[in-house]
């Protein structure tokens, strides 16, 4: 029988060959990480560089700093702190580094099992998911983080007559948390287009049910800001503002698929139109004719 368009990969592997290939997969994926991770442990702790990337993660705050005419000065509270410190750089800049090895060694080991039109429908968003990922990444490094901490800093107090004097000296550790937080936080929600428009792809969602539940997303982007931002109302409220933005192209987004659907089944001939709405209308035109 010839081959069909969308037919899938010949695959007659048995179980255990599959099996094996997953592990395959997942040792070079696990190698490319180890590697990576060592890397940027090298670079991290080399006395000519200087500690690049924390010193990257550390602009913000001392940007805030010298606006204010202080100086950026982060303590070692613990004796330990500054091995983890460089570990847990380590572990997210070697993640991050080897991420696009190990997105293709799954892909590759999903991707036979996929006929050529899904393949085609999947790539987009597979493509998409890390771009928006970096693009919040970006926003809260260069947008949020400055806003959030100028804010934070604002609690100082200048010692004046018998009031004590309170100065920023924080932990390494704790300013490492905080900001890998927000990098998180941002990046995680600005996934919200890419999850909507693949399940809006894949039929689940409808533009028309998303505008239906808008109230109850306002209250789950509510509570989701609440978790994964740190206490306070300053920056709740901008990632609210950013994430219901994207719920709203979400739901553009969604609608530009249906169309897109549409367009395409009625050009092969494949579109009906919805039998409720048929059977409505012949009831309504019954009604009138009685």
Known sequence: MAETK?????????????????????IRAALAFVIA??????IEVAPSLNAPIFNFLTEPVCGVLQDRGQDCKLQLIKLQEGFFVTIRISLMAGFALSFPFIGYQLWRFVAPGLYRSEKSAFLPFLVASPFMFFLGAAFAYYIVMPLAYDFFLNFQQAGQGDNAQ?????SAGEYLSLTVTFILAFGIC????????LLGKAGLVSAVGLANVRKYAVV??????GLVTPPDVFTQ???????YGLYEISIQLVKRIERKREERMRADGTWFEDEDEDWDDDEDGEEQAS
């Not at 969308?6 to 997942?26: C, F, G, M, N, Y």
């Not at 409220?237 to 994430?243: E, G, K, N, S, T």
């Open 6 to 26: 969308d037919q899938i990969d010949d695959s007659s592997a048995p179980l255990i060959e599959h099996l094996a290939e997953l592990r395959t997969r997942l």
């Open 37 to 42: 991770m060592f890397a940027v442990f090298t």
């Open 166 to 170: 309170i100065d920023f000296q924080g």
């Open 190 to 197: 600005f996934q919200l287009p890419v999850l909507l428009s």
């Open 220 to 225: 789950g982007i509510l509570v989701v800001a």
């Open 237 to 243: 409220v901008i990632l609210f503002v950013v994430v």
